[in-house]
């Protein structure tokens, strides 16, 4: 089973809004950092956003604004509401986690995620 699987992705036209999600299979007494990063086609995977256990939330300032990641509580199910979609945001949008020990800060500079899903496509036309 997959620790970490990502749904919801698809087309949707400019201006539009999605929802993914991404279910965890992780230790439901491990604290977790989460996040969400996206791959272009010929780029760089880029961090959109993370999230503790306790829900706080971090954001780069190039995704700021368009995109919410949120989560369930326990049952460690990640979101991210995408609204005001643009053709630039066309990518393959992966969750990942890793395991958060004392002390250690959930920021959008780690780089060192242990879980990752196999990704979910969303494609926006003009």
């Known amino acids: 089973q997959m620790p970490l699987r990502e749904t919801g992705g698809g087309s949707v036209q400019a201006g539009g809004s999605l929802r993914l999600s991404c279910a965890a299979s992780l230790n439901r007494y491990m604290p977790y950092c989460m996040g969400w990063f996206r791959q272009a086609p010929g780029k760089d995977r880029e961090v959109i956003a993370t999230i503790d256990d306790y829900g706080s939330t971090n954001y780069p300032d190039s995704t700021q604004g368009r995109f919410i990641i949120s989560k369930d509580g326990d049952k460690k199910t990640l979101f991210l509401q995408m609204t005001s979609l643009k053709p630039e945001d066309t990518a393959m949008y992966y969750c990942?986690?890793?395991?958060?020990?004392?002390?250690?800060?959930?920021?959008?500079?780690?780089?060192?995620?242990?879980?990752w899903g196999q990704g979910t496509q969303v494609t926006v036309s003009s």
């Open positions: 990942a986690a890793i395991r958060r020990y004392l002390g250690m800060k959930c920021s959008v500079h780690i780089t060192n995620f242990e879980y």
